[in-house]
């Protein structure tokens, strides 16, 4: 049986090896320290709570220790944790806290203003403050979890590996949230495989500088480095001058970054002088990266890899040795040990090597599906256990992938998947807009950024302003369209599906995102 607790089995190995560096505070964590704070919380949970296997509790908090104790509690507890974007409006929180049922809402001091907004969208159960000033009639964090005993004795609840450890609410195609249902036994396989096929050690030390709330800081690498007890280095957020810092300080060897990030740094004046000997490699997600990127960083002396994953599938899926990252630059590698990976084409008939097609993915790593959603559910794990990704890509005749593009509309801005379906609902939402549609182009900082094309209705009058304006306060920034493009009319197909290719192809002409 494959259990989530990989905190715990690890104290129990190496109690006194260093787990975590919180960089806001400079407190050090042991893995018997660490796996204490988290068996607390969960004994909270249960007994404090009232909280029972199944029952779902969100989280709206920016990186910090009492995150983690949290998330680590959920596999102790068998409670499942809802981490929710510390970017999103109240309007956005309001979908999933109804369709997760939430029975407790824990949120730090930043998002007490969220938190009061949201208030009056959808009704909370119960709210617990991580820092004072709670809002009025909200109970603390701390004062809370001061009544629960601090004993040994304590027994964690024995969940089966199909017993849902966190839902991870990742935005569809409708332009809905949708919980991925993430199960104990993908959550102990991530942490298992990765290392062992990522080949990390004991003596890694990997920095936390992207959130938590998003998979690839959970799956890549918290949970892998705590498998193979590694200590993570962990940063509140992202800010350029600090990660230099840490990254040398703490001699970081196996960092995680989206292309944005690895461009900021590349910019950064420390690129050129910074000690970056004690570093086995760096590797990339979340977007395709470009290759001057890691040539860059391979000048300097550093191995540089690109990952692939999902959040459905696990963050890590492909792997290479450091010799082949330079061999093969631009692949993402071979599937990981005990993955299974295919090319189809509409048809689903697995294509030549060499041909592009739909990659889809079945092993340990796969998730359940999404919650309360059995059609996409069943839209993409079919019923011999592939799930289907959406994203093209070729296999070269010696094993390894290449991501040749997304068959989805999504784009990636930053590293943060944007869905164009989410802004045109909203889009639609204002009186003089006619007809909507949202392209993802390329960018020099952001790698993508949203287009929206605009029709206005006869008799209106309206410009970007007036756009960007009625989105604000719907949407995240990130997702915000960066150029609003006026026309008469959207093409479509004669099936009335708007092509979306010759809006691209337009703007490359026309406009500039740069």
């Known amino acids: 049986m494959l ?74 507890s068998g409670c499942v944790i809802v981490p929710l974007g510390t970017r999103l409006t109240p309007r956005e929180l309001e979908h999933i806290v109804r369709d997760s049922g939430l029975r407790v809402l824990i949120y730090a001091d930043a998002f007490t203003d969220t938190v009061t907004a949201l208030r009056d969208l959808v009704t909370i159960e119960r709210a617990v403050a991580l820092d004072a000033p709670a809002a009025p009639g909200d109970a603390s964090y701390a004062a809370l979890l001061s009544a ?74 918290l949970l892998p480095i705590i498998t193979i007890g590694g200590t993570i280095v962990l940063h509140a957020g992202f800010a350029l001058d600090e990660v230099w810092r840490v990254l040398v300080e703490e001699r970081c060897t196996v960092v995680l970054g989206v292309p944005t990030i690895w461009k900021l740094l590349l910019e950064a004046p420390q690129f050129a002088t910074a000690d970056l000997s004690h570093v086995r490699w760096f590797i990339s997600g979340g977007a395709p990266l470009p290759e001057y990127i890691a040539e860059a960083f391979q000048r300097r002396g550093v191995t540089f890899k690109q990952g692939y994953g999902l959040t459905e599938v696990g963050v890590n899926c492909f792997s290479m040795t450091v010799e082949e990252s330079i061999r093969k630059r631009g692949s993402i590698g071979k599937p990981l040990m005990q993955t299974e990976a295919k090319l189809i084409d509409e048809a689903g008939t697995t294509v030549p090597c060499g041909d592009i097609g739909e990659l889809c993915m079945r092993g340990p790593h796969v998730s359940l599906g999404y919650w309360n959603n059995p059609e996409a559910t069943a839209a993409a794990l079919d019923a011999d256990g592939w799930f289907h990704t959406g994203d093209l890509a070729r296999q070269d005749d010696e094993g390894f992938f290449y991501i040749a593009g997304r068959r989805k509309d999504m784009f990636i801005s930053g590293g943060v998947n944007v869905y164009p379906a989410e802004i045109e609902g909203e889009l639609l939402l204002h009186a003089a807009i006619a007809d909507a549609a949202v392209v993802g182009v390329p960018h020099a900082t952001w790698g993508e950024v949203g287009v929206a094309f605009v029709v206005v209705r006869p008799g209106h009058a309206l410009d970007a302003a007036g756009v960007t304006s009625h989105l604000e306060p719907r949407l995240a920034r990130y997702k915000l369209p960066k150029d609003v493009v006026f026309v008469d009319a959207l093409p479509r197909t004669a099936y009335g599906k708007v092509q979306k290719h010759v809006l691209t192809a337009q703007y490359g002409k026309d406009g500039s995102a740069s």
């Open 3 to 76: 259990h989530g607790d990989v905190l715990g089995e690890r104290a129990r190995l190496t109690p006194g090896k260093v787990a975590l560096v919180e960089v806001a505070t400079g407190a050090r964590y042991t893995y018997a320290q660490l796996d204490r704070r988290a068996t607390r919380v969960a004994r909270w949970l249960r007994d404090g709570l009232g909280l029972q296997r199944g029952d779902r509790f969100g989280l709206l908090a920016h990186n910090r220790v009492e995150f983690l104790d949290l998330y680590f509690a959920a596999a102790k």
């Open 148 to 221: 629960v005993a601090d004993t040994p004795g304590w027994t964690r609840e024995r969940c089966s590996g199909e017993d849902i450890y966190a839902l991870l609410y990742t935005s569809g195609t409708t332009g809905r949230p949708k919980g991925v249902m993430v199960p104990h036994r993908m959550v102990a396989w991530n942490g298992y495989n990765t290392a062992a096929s990522w080949q990390l050690e004991a003596s890694d030390v990997s920095p936390i500088f992207t959130p938590l709330y998003h998979a690839g800081a959970l799956g890549a690498f």
